[in-house]
């Protein structure tokens, strides 16, 4: 993780020392300790930085970016939107796909027709332990998928698995979007 240990004058002070605000976020390192989630590669050459810490996902040992999986799944006839992201399950990162699905559109059919075209055009190590397609994900203010709240709340669903496998529980945090009117 790249850090700093100082702002530069670009930097907005009055965001960065308001305590209650994002410098938290920005602060969580320590006092006087900044980072914006860079991963970042030392070299003898010098700093290689690799790109956005929470946008890299590590599947089957290689580091993908989500949107190379997400420009396959987006492909898919009656697929709007799409967020895949990692999680641990059993010790082991896997992958997770959720699709926003057109309206009217089969969204059992479009899981499993956005499951294969990922394994198809990645390999098999990247076909997704689970892929779920819903017409009603939350949404942001201004209409798109809100990609925190599903990662959220995937990622509750997955640690609240007790009893049930994981993709039972995936399952069922999916069905409780079909039966609420759309988020927007």
Request: aromatic share 6%; proline share 4%.
């Amino acid at each position: 993780m790249l850090v700093a240990r100082n702002t530069w004058p670009g930097r907005a002070i009055e965001i960065f020392n308001n305590a209650n605000g994002i410098a938290g976020y920005f602060r969580r390192f320590g006092e006087g300790v900044w980072s914006q989630e860079d991963l970042a590669v030392r070299t003898s050459s010098g700093w290689f930085v690799e790109g956005r810490a929470d946008d890299v996902l590590k599947i089957a040992g290689r580091r993908v970016g989500p949107s190379e999986i997400e420009n396959v799944a987006i492909a898919a006839d009656g697929a709007t939107a799409c967020i895949a992201m990692d999680a641990a399950v059993d010790g082991h990162s896997v992958l997770i796909v959720v699709v926003e699905a057109s309206p009217g559109a089969d969204t059992d059919q479009l899981a499993t027709q956005v499951s294969a075209a990922i394994e198809a055009d990645m390999g098999r190590p990247f076909r997704p332990l689970w892929t779920g397609a819903s017409t009603t994900l939350p949404s942001t203010s201004t209409g798109k998928l809100d990609r925190r709240a599903v990662r959220n709340q995937v990622r509750a669903a997955i640690g609240s698995a007790e009893g049930l496998t994981v993709m039972q529980a995936l399952s069922a945090w999916l069905d409780d979007f079909h039966h609420q009117p759309a988020v927007k």
